[in-house]
């Protein structure tokens, strides 16, 4: 093998990849507007946008991670965030949360999504084990830390009804752990796996989530 060859996944421990993912999360939400900064139609749209990927698509992408493990510890803990979302009603959830703030998502703010969406429902469909689990972990870690910040512009927006925020700034955290474990198990199995095509799902959501808050 050339000493110039793509890095591999067993060349990686978990520690690492997590570090990796942890640095795109931090640049994230460096980069969030200030939510005193905005007006009430941007804060609307984030909210809309945010609405309009998560309320059809993340019980999608958690089944096609489901789907593509190869090992019993990550199907496990896959479907328990599965049996989660499902028997709360996380979708719903999200629906009220977004007609509290005023910010159901229009055909403008689906179709402002649309591409970066695209891409990260056909990586999903590549059903690729070990990026796959990267990416719902970094986006299950994204999400924990981006709760308060999604809160206070509902508050903005006149809104009372937090129990979206409120569950999800807890239970992400359980999640994100679980989800690195089940990425043990993957690595375990996996055969080797390029960097670039490790963190492609990452690259591709940190793009859509991008185009959520940044793009006003």
């Not at 096609?64 to 479907?79: H, L, N, T, V």
């Not at 986006?139 to 009804?161: H, K, T, V």
């Not at 409120?166 to 199995?189: K, P, Y």
Request: with cysteine.
């Amino acid at each position: 093998m050339s000493s110039t060859s793509s890095p591999r996944v067993q060349e990686q421990p978990v520690a690492r990849i997590q570090e990796q993912v942890e640095r795109v999360i931090e640049d994230l939400l460096a980069s969030l507007p200030k939510t005193d900064q905005l007006s009430a139609e941007q804060r609307r749209g984030i909210i809309a946008r945010y609405t309009a990927v998560l309320e059809g698509n993340f019980i999608y992408w958690m089944t096609g991670a489901y789907i593509a493990a190869g090992s019993d510890e990550a199907r496990a803990k896959i479907m328990d965030n599965l049996r989660e979302e499902v028997r709360d009603c996380h979708p719903g959830m999200m629906r009220r949360f977004a007609i509290a703030a005023q910010a159901i998502p229009t055909d403008a703010d689906a179709q402002a999504v649309y591409r970066n969406l695209m891409n990260v429902r056909l990586f999903i469909g590549q059903l690729s084990p070990v990026p796959i689990v990267v990416t719902m972990a970094f986006f299950e870690g994204f999400i924990q830390r981006f709760m308060p910040y999604l809160a206070d512009l509902a508050r903005r927006q006149g809104s009372a009804d937090m129990e979206y925020t409120d569950v999800h700034g807890v239970c992400d955290i359980t999640h994100t752990q679980e989800l690195f474990r089940a990425l043990d198990a993957e690595v375990a199995l996996a055969r080797p796996v390029p960097e670039k095509d490790m963190f492609e799902g990452v690259e591709l959501l940190r793009k859509l989530i991008h185009n959520i808050v940044v793009d006003n």
